[in-house]
């Protein structure tokens, strides 16, 4: 057994769990007993933990996680400062006048 992710929201854990279930990795919760009495007594940090069956599965339920779950969205779309057009989030340079975005000037 394996511990592979852990999150405070125990509907979050339970949808992770589904994710790797229909990819049959089969896993459990830990803690989630405790969650109702964290409630009652006002504790907001009751860490729910989910575990895998199967420490061969461990790396394929990580690549899955990161996929379906830790995903960051799209990055939104900017305006070039230069000649005012408007550039996909993926361009780091405006596509018309090759000025860098205002992303790409932080960083640098
Ligand atoms: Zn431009």
Not at 17 to 46: C, M, R, W, Y
Request: charged share 20%; proline share 4%.
């Amino acid at each position: 057994m394996k511990h592979i992710y852990t999150h405070d929201n125990i509907v979050v854990l339970h949808s992770v769990k589904n994710i790797l279930a229909l990819n049959d990795i089969e896993s459990f919760v830990k803690n989630e007993q405790t969650a109702p009495v964290g409630a009652q007594h006002g504790i907001g940090n009751t860490f729910h933990e989910l575990w895998i069956i199967n420490d061969q599965e461990y790396a394929e339920a990580k690549a899955l996680i990161a996929r379906e779950i830790d995903n960051p969205p799209a990055k939104a779309k900017w305006v070039c400062d230069n000649c005012h057009e408007e550039n996909e989030g993926s361009f780091e340079i405006c596509w018309q006048c090759q000025s860098p975005s205002i992303q790409l000037k932080q960083e640098i």
